[in-house]
């Protein structure tokens, strides 16, 4: 499950960042019972069930793991990193790499738009380090922030119109053909 793979990572961030309050954005498919064993020894880390758009969008900056998350962040204007992980060894690394990266990009914002506007740590690339790294860009580099926030309004001109749909999934399209 994801939750075992990324989530300790990301509640080590709590520690380097202390002027911050993390809160966690709970999946509908999870209870808190999920979450509480990772939770121990963080307490002051808030599970908030049912309120994700009003939580990003006074975020100043999210952890998200790949899916549709990413881009509804990017559309409420949040500065994010991508994390992404999955279980196993060499096998798996070697997978990821060969197999799963022919897509130059995991997170539906860097899909469509064809290039990295948010960081991506996927697999080898997701460590506490590197996430600790990033954070700390989207925390306190205005310049960082602003050129996400830039691609983040170009992106919005991209999916933002009527038809946003079908244009959404005509651009994933071509990203992946473009790929082969």
């Known amino acids: 499950q994801e939750i075992s793979r990324i989530l300790p990572d990301m509640l080590a961030m709590e520690a380097y960042f202390p002027d911050y309050q993390f809160v966690i954005a709970g999946a509908p498919s999870f209870t808190i019972d999920d ?43 949040c500065p994010q990193v991508v994390c992404y992980k999955m279980w196993g060894g060499g096998f798996t690394n070697f997978m990821a790499k060969n197999v799963i990266m022919k897509v130059p990009y995991i997170s539906l914002v860097n899909l469509i738009m064809n290039r990295e506007v948010v960081k991506e740590l996927f697999q080898s690339t997701f460590s506490r380090e590197s996430l600790k790294n990033e954070l700390s860009l989207l925390c306190y580099d205005e310049q ?21 749909s079908d244009r959404t999934a005509g651009e994933i399209w071509q990203t992946l053909n473009d790929t082969k």
């Not at 880390?45 to 509804?72: I, N, Q, R």
């Open 35 to 77: 979450y509480s064993t990772y939770l121990n020894g963080h307490e002051s880390v808030s599970v908030v069930f049912g309120e994700t758009y009003a939580l990003v969008e006074c975020a100043h900056a999210a952890m998200v793991t790949s899916g549709t998350a990413t881009l509804e962040t990017a559309l409420l204007r």
């Open 144 to 164: 960082y922030r602003t050129r996400i926030l830039e691609g983040y309004e170009e992106l919005a001109l991209i999916v933002g119109k009527a038809g946003s």
